[in-house]
Every structure is written in structure tokens, then in C-alpha cells.
């Protein structure tokens, strides 16, 4: 009578082969391997590794072949950990696209989004702008867009203040249309409540030389102002400034990791467009600028903190009438208008606004050029448009009205269009008009 034959299986990775172990040999253990891995198995025995352990060896994820020996050996050099999924040679390519594990981690990054600290959501100081377009998010790209002398640089200085001095946030700051000095001017011009263009153009000093007794005491408290911030840990503390005069790609990547080092709620670039290549780097600005447009959001998302970004908006594009540009401004008057539309949550422009009640007769003289544009403009006010808002209502036609009063910006207390109009008044037409609802919290 035939003895049955006693097949093992070759337990190598990725082999599972059954064979037929020599009879005088049958319980050596360097059998447990087929012919073509004896010698290997055996020396991997030796490694100390026993068959519990590869029972446990892991297997792709993809396909459900055991690992081959290099392949294991790849993923323990990096750490791997028990439950790691790990893919073979063959499918290592879909390591990072699993389709099943990519949509298993939106969804839990969504709900870690959804439940994000209320600390860390970087709301404006203005309660009107904040209802325009919502806080702004850690990891997204906000730009603020304006005309050249638009004020950018204004609108930002007071956010800056009052995020550091009212919403205590660490402010990473690179100016590169100010100097510090001028940065730091202004900040103690709002510490004294003197308006920062009186100062940083003289006339302020001028007019305290003329014998001007309001301009001498402004000028004596804007010395204090000095003193006390020079003082005050809690604002030097919080405001992260770095002067550069151009941005490059090596820069921003450079401000970026410092970033990280010393920490920040938010970071600032005014403005985005002083851009130019790295030494050697002869690409075009388009490509420079497109690059950086990048950074910032990869920044964003590796900082965890939002990125604020003015831009320069082309005048040309809203063409020749000096009251196109009083108006909101389009979309495609941004510089680089497809990386920053493809980039920003969120987009908003800064215009002067169009007094309703502005003689007719005035506004003709001012569209050909024969009067100042301000002389039909809204007294004391910047207005703030939607251009774009990934998450709101897809269209730009939403605009706030804010106070600019000695260089303050604040929210307005009531409609600037809910007043008597004079005898004289131009009446604009229903299209014209901005609505009250736009830009008050009802």
C-alpha cells in the first residue's frame, strides 16, 4: 500500500507554492520552502524572523499578493506599522489614489473642517466685510484686489491693526510696496488717532511748523504713540514682519518655512504682483507669477493658517472712463486673472463709489476728463465688491460700504444711500443703485 505523499506549502513571500519534501528531511525546517527558495528561505530564517511572524505578512492591498521580501523590506525601512496598507511592485503606482482610501480621508478631513476650533478661523474685524464673504478658512487663499492707489495698502494696515490689537491673532506680514518705517508709522498713527497720510507725506509737520496748535498736538501724541508701541510686547509679539522689496519663488518659499518656525494665524503679502524669477530664472512673469500663486496655497494648507493676498487690478481692461473705475470691478481685471480665480476662496475688489445723488452735468465732465473723479465720488468712503466667492452666490454684485475717515476704516452705522437727496440730484437709475440689504446685516 502507497503512503499518501505530504505536500507543504511554501511559505516564502508572494510564492504559496505546494510541493513534496524530501521523506528523510520532512520535519527540517528549511523545508518549509520550495526548491527555487530554499536557499533564500532558509536565510531568512536565520534573520530571526519565525513563522508566526509570516503569517502575519502583509499582503497588497490592491491585489492580495504577499509582499516580496525587498518590497517588505522598503516599507519597514520607513516605518511601517501594523495595519499600514502597503501595496507590490505592480501596484505601487495607486499607493496615495486608492480610490476607496482617498475618499475615506476627504471624508474624515472634511469632518475634522466641519468641527475646526472657532480659534481658528480667522474672522474679519469688520463686521459688514465679515458678512460679505465669511471667515477666512485655514489652508485658502483670499486675495483683495485694487487699482493702483486704490487703497490695498490702507485697507490692509487697518486690518492688520485691528486684528492684532482686537482679535490678539499673530500676524506674519511681508509688505513690498511699504518700508517698515512706513508700516510702523502707520500703526502708530492709529495708536494716536492721527490720519497716517497726514503723516508719512509731512504736511502734518508742515502745518505743526506753520503754528497749526492741532497739527502741533497731533504731532506730540504720535511721539507718545511711538514710545508706548516701542513698550508694547503684546503688539511687537504679534506682528511678524518681513521687509523684501520683490518677491520670488526662493523668497516665498524662504518666509514660508519661517513661518512655520515661529508661528502665525495668518499671513499677508501686499502686494502679490511685485513678483520676479529667482537669479538664473529667465521665465516669463506669467510663469513666475503663476508659481507663486501656487506656493501660497500649498503654503496655506502645509501652515494650516489662511494667506491673504492684494493684487493689483488692471485699469486698461475697465478702460478710459475715469468712472468705470468707481464701479465694482470684474473678475477679469485681476492680473493673472486663471491662477487666481483657479487659487481664492475668496476675491474682493476696492473701488470709490459713485455719489447716487452726483449732478448729471458733473458726472459728463468727469467721464471725458474735464473734472476730478472725486468730485462725484462718495465723501469719506471705501467700497468693498464681491468679485468671487468659491462658496457664495456665484455671482459679483454684493458690495459693502465702509468708513474711511483720517485713514480709519469702519463700519458704517447706517445706509449711505438712506438720505434726503438735494434739489439738484441726479437720479440714478434702479441698476445703478446698490441695494441697502447688500451690505447691512439685517
Known sequence: MNT???????????????????????????HLFCGQHRIGGQAFMQRGWSLAFLVHWPSCRWCGVLLPQKRYEHYIEQGFEPGQYVYCDAHQIIEGRDPELVAMRGLEEARELSEIPDERLVRWPLKHLNNLTGPLV?????????????????????????????????????????SVKEVMTGFACFKAGV??????????????DAGDTRAQVQRDELRCAYELLLRDKYFLER??????????????????????????????????????GDAGDYSPQIQVSNRIQMMALSGAKETGIPFVLTSQLNSK??????????????????WNRGSKEMIGAIIIGLHRA????????????????????????????????????RFGRGTPTSTIYLDLTHGV????????????????AYETRPAERPSSTDWMDT
Not at 363 to 382: C, D, F, H, I, Y
Open 4 to 30: 499518501p505523499v505530504q505536500h507543504r506549502r511554501c511559505v516564502f513571500p508572494g510564492c504559496g507554492l505546494a510541493f513534496e519534501p524530501p521523506k528523510q528531511e520532512l520535519a527540517h525546517e528549511g
Open 354 to 389: 459713485i455719489d447716487p445723488y452726483a449732478d448729471f452735468s458733473l458726472m459728463k465732465k468727469v467721464s471725458k476728463g474735464e473734472a476730478e473723479p472725486w468730485k462725484v465720488a462718495l465723501q469719506n468712503t471705501m467700497a468693498v465688491s464681491e468679485m468671487k466667492l
Open 239 to 276: 506682528l511678524r514682519i518681513e521687509p523684501m522689496d520683490t518677491l520670488s519663488p526662493k523668497r516665498f518659499a524662504d518666509a514660508i518655512q519661517s513661518t512655520k518656525a515661529m508661528g502665525a494665524d495668518v499671513v499677508v503679502v501686499d502686494h502679490v504682483d511685485h513678483s520676479e
Open 138 to 178: 485655514p489652508g485658502r487663499v483670499a486675495y483683495v484686489g485694487g487699482y493702483s492707489g486704490g487703497g490695498k495698502t490702507t485697507f490692509m494696515r487697518n486690518i492688520i491693526w485691528r486684528w492684532i490689537m482686537e482679535h490678539g491673532l499673530r500676524v506674519r506680514y511681508l509688505p513690498l510696496e511699504s
Open 195 to 208: 490720519d497716517p497720510d497726514e503723516a508719512l507725506s509731512y504736511r502734518l509737520r508742515d502745518r505743526a
Open 409 to 424: 476704516l469702519t463700519d458704517r452705522s447706517r445706509d449711505v444711500f438712506d438720505r434726503p437727496a438735494p434739489p439738484s
Open 317 to 334: 481692461l475697465a478702460g478710459p472712463d475715469p468712472l468705470a473705475r468707481m464701479r465694482p470691478p470684474r473678475p477679469e481685471y485681476l
